[in-house]
């Protein structure tokens, strides 16, 4: 028996997850910048064979006095990135996803390939340590003068009652001669009720440092401000798609906390996941 064999309605299943996703997208708003790995909150918990396939969708909209140009300089981009991931074995799980960016200064395009890995390291989380993990990205510029950048951080897990609290940390680092380094977080917590079709939360991310001045002058397509320090509530919710498949989804509003982050940020996440 072909161990790697996916059925065809699993198959049909994640396509149609990935489609309502991306309609309930352009519904909801017209048009998000490029975020990066920090705009996601990554668990260090892997299942061994296990496939997944889903997208991702940004909406950034208004910014605040560091965009430079005045308060309505940017108007509103999105950004969406098809994802698809399996993981080997029970300590590892890898993920590759093309990044598409519309925005007002370009029609969409290509921005970047992300290829992503997330390491559990030993450990259950019993007592008050953490679910922990590693979490390894490159990513791969595809427009001119872009530049591939590595990311790198532990992820953070941990379950208290009703509760599930998370929490990353990344260095990023451009793969040029003389590199900035940045430091970006993201947090979540999340709280499943006795009863009830979804879980509540709230979840907050930030980046010291994203593009310099310069930067943003020389590249056409590149954003013209840093996203900042943004929290906000989400909403979350899983589907059982009969045996070892189910369906997740989330849906976040974030609010910017300074000058250089956008005003409001949406964001929705569909994800299909079954065992091989």
């Not at 950034?60 to 990135?81: F, K, M, P, V, Y």
């Not at 999340?190 to 939360?201: C, E, K, N, T, Y």
């Not at 907050?204 to 943003?216: N, R, V």
Request: charged share 20%.
């Amino acid at each position: 028996m072909n161990h790697f064999h996916i059925r065809r309605s699993r198959l049909r299943a994640c396509l149609a997850g990935a489609a309502v996703c991306l309609a309930v997208a352009d519904l909801v708003s017209p048009a998000s910048a490029d975020v990066g790995p920090d705009d996601e909150i990554y668990s260090p918990r892997v299942e061994a064979g296990e496939f997944e396939v889903g997208v991702r969708y940004y909406d950034l909209s208004g910014n605040g006095q560091g965009a430079g140009d005045g308060a309505n300089a940017i108007h509103e981009t999105h950004e969406t990135r098809p994802e698809i991931g399996y993981s080997p074995t029970g300590f590892w799980r890898a993920s590759v996803s093309p990044v598409l960016v519309n925005g007002p200064r370009s029609a969409t395009h290509l921005h970047q390939i992300q290829i992503e890995n997330v390491f559990a390291l030993p450990g259950n989380g019993d007592g008050l340590w953490p679910n922990t993990g590693l979490f390894l990205s490159y990513e791969i510029g595809t427009i001119d003068d872009s530049e591939d950048e590595l990311v790198l951080g532990p992820v953070f897990e941990k379950r208290l009652a009703h509760w599930l609290l998370s929490a990353n940390i990344f260095l990023d680092r451009a793969m040029v001669s003389a590199p900035d380094v940045g430091l970006s977080y993201g947090w979540q917590a999340r709280w499943h009720p006795p009863a009830g079709p979804l879980d509540l939360g709230v979840q907050g991310f930030g980046e010291h440092e994203f593009l310099a001045e310069d930067d943003e002058d020389e590249n056409p397509h590149a954003p013209r401000y840093a996203p900042g320090h943004r929290a906000g509530p989400a909403l979350f919710g899983e589907l059982a798609m009969g045996g070892d498949a189910q369906l997740d989804y989330q849906l976040g509003l974030l609010f910017g906390l300074d000058d250089d982050a956008a005003d409001r940020t949406l964001r929705l996440a569909v994800e299909y996941a079954f065992a091989r």
